[in-house]
């Protein structure tokens, strides 16, 4: 039985449809059931429908600062769809704690840095300003605090001098839809456990690659 996700999106989708394009393939173990958004604006809903995917906006901002109701309206949307895997891709709101813990060991997020460097906003500019000659993209189970908790996958590339946030991001971007299917595929069949704070991989192997930057001449 495939297990039956949820994406949480708050604008453009392009994760949501790495994720969508994924699944879709016969042998992948997770079907993605349902897409919410909490914008009704949010581009990706347009994606996810021209792909045949169910979506639903819930809409966040007439809750204003009451983030339990806003769940509580979210919670019942995911129990109608007999929801049992979520992924937050680009969801721009944070939840509460109660909703996290609900949701623990069973909500994916991905972030555009190498966790814990450069959480929260803007991670492709505190990446340049920092001069970090990597970076990449995390997928991680949610937590609490923002952009934190055990690390399912990282991927890494190279940062160079002449980078802007733009082309950086793309570059991360490319990343982000290779690790986020692979995490999710992992945790679909049972792969990945958590052990206090952290997340372990059954089968995995150090890969051997290295990466290193800059490379000159
Ligand atoms: C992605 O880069 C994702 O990693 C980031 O938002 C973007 C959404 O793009 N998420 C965060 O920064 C979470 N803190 P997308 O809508 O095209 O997937």
Redesign the pocket.
């Known amino acids: 039985m495939k297990r039956r996700v949820a994406i949480l999106?708050?604008?453009?989708?392009?994760?949501?449809?790495?994720l969508i394009r994924a699944a879709a393939q016969a042998d992948f173990p997770a079907e993605i059931t349902l897409v919410i958004s909490n914008r009704p604006d949010?581009?990706?809903l347009g994606k996810a429908r021209a792909s045949g995917v169910e979506t639903l906006v819930v809409e966040s901002k007439p809750f204003g600062k009451d983030r339990a109701a806003f769940e509580s309206a979210l919670q019942s949307a995911l129990d109608r769809h007999r929801i049992e895997l979520i992924c937050?891709?680009?969801?721009?709101r944070l939840f509460t704690a109660e909703f996290v813990r609900r949701w623990y060991g069973r909500m994916l997020?991905?972030?555009?840095s190498l966790l814990p460097s450069f959480?929260?906003?803007d991670?492709h500019g505190q990446a340049l300003r920092a001069g970090v000659k990597l970076s990449g993209?995390t997928v991680h189970f949610v937590i609490p605090e923002?952009?934190a908790g055990p690390i399912v996958m990282q991927g890494a590339v190279p940062v160079s001098d002449h980078d802007t946030s733009d082309t950086l991001?793309e570059r991360?971007?490319e990343v982000?839809h290779r690790i986020y299917q692979e995490s999710l595929r992992l945790l679909a069949i049972g792969k990945v456990r958590i052990e206090g704070d952290v997340c372990k991989t059954t089968g995995s192997t150090d890969s051997g690659n290295f990466l290193i930057s800059p490379v000159v001449g």
């Open positions: 999106i708050s604008g453009r989708g392009s994760n949501m449809a790495a949010a581009a990706g937050l891709a680009g969801f721009m997020n991905i972030h555009p959480p929260g906003l991670p993209a923002t952009d991001s991360i971007l982000e």
